[in-house]
């Protein structure tokens, strides 16, 4: 697997060229490549760039959204293969969501995959969840750990409530809440007094093993 393959990967979702980038899902799946790195090297690099030009008013709306719809197809393909390894025994259980008003819903998938397929029982809300309903599942599966994805700062404040609910609700002690999203820092973790972030999804699998003495 080397570093140009992953440029090829990455040019592939640039230049919004579905066809060579489903190519190359295929390619790694059929020589069993590290499909974890394939994503975050290779696409989610990808998909990022596309965010940058967009921001820097080299690309629009529709090219942003052509270049998630081909990031989506190519996880659509790689995903099933990332799961094959699942244990069978649970390890843990998460729920996780992207929070209300947030339709970001790329990065919290691969998480939940990840999470999965290193044996933790996870419970994917989708994207666009109100706190309230998160919590309301977190209880309901009996979760052991809460994770709350946010892409845009003006969501991230709904992170924040699900903290203050399971105040409310006298079940901080219950959950570990932990959060993820490309603008969450420590310092937001720290301010809501949650239990944890990752930047990407070994690193999650990392901190929720870590946070349930695993
Ligand atoms: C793809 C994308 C979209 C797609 C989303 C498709 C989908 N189904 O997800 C579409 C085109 C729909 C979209 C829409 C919008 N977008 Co957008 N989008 C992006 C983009 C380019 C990439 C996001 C992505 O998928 N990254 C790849 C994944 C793999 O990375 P990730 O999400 O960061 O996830 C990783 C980690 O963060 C972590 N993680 C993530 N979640 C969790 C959860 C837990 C619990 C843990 C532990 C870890 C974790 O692990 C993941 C795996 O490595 C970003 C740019 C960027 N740099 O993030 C802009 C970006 C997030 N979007 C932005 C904006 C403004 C919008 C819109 C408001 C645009 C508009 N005017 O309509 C709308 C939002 C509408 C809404 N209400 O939500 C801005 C946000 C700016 C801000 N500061 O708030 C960004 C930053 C672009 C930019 N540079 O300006 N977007």
Known sequence: MSDEFFKEIVDSIVNLEEEKALEYANRAIKEKMNLLDVIERGF????????ELWEEGDF??????????IMQNCLDLLIPHLQKGTE????????IATIEGDIHSIGKTIV???LRAYGFEVHDLGADVPAEKIVEEAIEK?????GVSALLTTTMIGQKRIIELLKEKNLTNKFKVIFGGAPVTKAWVK???????????????????SLLHK
């Open 191 to 209: 301010d809501c007094n949650a239990d944890g972030f990752a930047e990407n999804a070994i690193e999650a699998v990392r901190l929720v093993k």
């Open 44 to 51: 989610a690099a990808g998909i990022r760039k596309v965010g």
């Open 142 to 146: 009996e979760a052991d750990i809460i």
């Open 112 to 114: 939940a995959t990840i």
């Open 88 to 95: 069978k025994i649970s390890l843990g259980i998460v729920v």
């Open 60 to 69: 629009f709306l529709p090219e942003l959204m052509r270049g998630s719809q």
